[in-house]
């Protein structure tokens, strides 16, 4: 490093040692050379400061750029095409064909038997709970009071097309999940999971050796969804009439 403020030995015409105001230039041997020289850090702050923009600008990037492919599905390849799948036209259009002659009466009836089903078998539930679920299957009357429950709660939109366009999304996100399980084992066995959607419509649609379907299946699913509370609070009520009056 250099030491500046210092004449230099060329102007000395008389003498070759250093002159009294030179001297008084130089560092004590107690100056601490930080104190006197000026680092090359500090004489080039900005390498730091661009060095540090350009590493949060990349990423930046690079985490922009993760979300984008996550929203993509770009690492799930069996959700990006059962996605695309239920999407279609084609199956958006057999979705709505199947909820306008599926949802009546004998529908609801069909899910709130087997949503109860369900929540006697719920231990969580408490044997109570249980058993006066078991008792409401097995009576008739009370199962139709049942029904007129669910009925009711599930036709809380008066509108008829806009109800049924409700169920119609509830049970493609269903159909989503479900294909997307179907692609995932089918990539799993090394087989093709692109171009699937006739594929995949015609299993949904297909009675199984039950005579049951995917997409009814689903549809019964999300009536059990939506009444699930009715259901449940049916039980809880019947269950108290019924300890109250074993009570008197």
């Known amino acids: 490093m250099k030491l500046g403020g210092i004449c230099s030995i060329s102007n000395l015409s008389y003498s070759g040692r250093l002159l009294k105001e030179d ?11 930080a104190d006197f020289y000026v680092s090359a850090e500090k004489n080039h702050p900005k390498k730091r400061s661009v060095f540090w923009r350009n590493f949060f600008t990349a990423l930046t990037f690079g985490l922009t750029g993760l979300y984008i492919a996550h929203r993509n599905n770009l690492f799930n390849p069996a959700r990006k095409q059962a996605k695309k799948i239920v999407k279609s036209d084609e199956m958006i259009g057999k979705v709505k064909e199947f909820i306008e002659a599926a949802i009546n009466p004998e529908t609801y009836q069909k899910a709130s038997r087997k949503t109860l089903e369900l929540l006697s078998g719920d231990k969580s539930r408490g044997q109570g709970f249980m058993s006066e679920a078991r008792t409401i299957l097995d009576n008739e009357s009370s199962m139709q009071k049942l029904f007129g429950e669910v009925s009711k709660k599930l036709a809380d939109d008066k509108d008829a097309t806009s109800l049924k366009n409700g169920f119609a999304v509830d049970v493609l996100d269903k159909l989503s999940v479900r294909i997307e399980k179907i692609l995932k084992t089918m990539k799993q066995n090394g087989n093709d999971i692109r171009n699937q959607g006739a594929n995949m419509i ?12 995917i997409v009814e299946d689903a549809l019964l699913e999300v009536i059990g969804t939506r009444s699930s509370a009715t259901i449940e609070g049916f039980v809880q009520d019947s269950l108290i009439a019924s300890k109250l009056g074993k009570g008197a």
Do not use: C, Y
């Open 202 to 213: 015609s299993r949904v649609f297909s009675k199984d050796e039950k005579g049951a379907t």
């Open 23 to 33: 001297i008084v230039r130089l560092p004590s041997p107690q100056t601490n050379k």
